[in-house]
């Protein structure tokens, strides 16, 4: 079945230091989406790329959709102690209405 | 504020012992999806609904059950609880639809903890 990986599974930056989570789908996706899920909260929608190639932008988050449409990545500029939590890729084909959930990526940030 | 609730917060029940956990929406979503979620794991879904559609995943357990008698509500009812089916179990919703219409982003309720003794 479709399997969605992400790396690095954990990282402990720094305040202030960028972070980057990469996604890779063992398939071609239609869309990619982003969640955030705090310390003992729900995942929270961020984002959704449609677009080969697609790039946008939160404030201090880049998110990157890839041109084969098969990996996604998620930078975040100057880090704050906000950003912790774990970061989920989420990979969805048209047609279905069902999301395949990336292995999650934690972030922990020290100040 | 339209959302999705979770009921209840934390579920304690013993092993066997049938458990039911219900959600509800505000949102007038047509789609409403069951996730199992374990410690630092990704939310894992069990099955989901598409109006009255019915769509279980295949390697879901047949011991988890669900029902959604209107639009609003949606219950998982798991029939014997084993230990290993202690778990966050998280209720979320997505307008769905097709073509320009549809929308695929889903709203998560805050999570039902599931504790099996």
């Known amino acids: 079945g479709q399997q969605v990986m992400q790396i690095p599974q954990y990282q402990h930056v720094q305040e202030g230091e960028d972070f980057t989570t990469y996604c890779n789908s063992s398939t071609t996706l239609s869309n990619i989406q982003w969640y955030k899920q705090r310390p003992g909260g729900h995942p929270v929608f961020l984002i959704q790329?449609?677009?080969?190639?697609e790039v946008k932008k939160q404030k201090r988050l880049t998110f990157q959709f890839g041109e084969a449409k098969k990996n996604s990545s998620l930078h975040i500029t100057a880090t704050q102690t906000t950003d912790v939590g774990t970061y989920f890729c989420a990979g969805i084909n048209t047609g279905f209405q069902k999301l395949v959930f990336g292995t999650g990526t934690r972030l922990l940030v020290s100040p | 504020d339209a959302m999705v609730i979770q009921n209840p917060r934390y579920q304690v029940t013993q092993f066997g012992k049938p458990v039911t956990l219900s959600c509800s929406q505000t949102?007038?979503?047509?789609?409403m999806y069951w996730y199992q979620q374990k410690s630092s794991q990704a939310p894992k879904l069990l099955f989901h609904?598409?109006?009255?559609?019915?769509?279980n995943e295949a390697d879901t357990p047949d011991n988890f059950q669900s029902r959604r008698p209107n639009t609003s509500f949606c219950f998982l009812d798991i029939r014997s609880p084993g230990l290993g089916d202690a778990a966050m179990y998280l209720c979320a919703t997505s307008r769905g639809g097709t073509g320009l219409t549809s929308s695929y982003e889903q709203y998560f309720g805050p999570g039902t903890r599931l504790t099996v003794t």
């Open positions: 609904y598409y109006d009255k559609d019915f769509n």
């Open positions: 949102l007038n979503h047509n789609v």
């Open positions: 790329l449609v677009k080969s190639g």
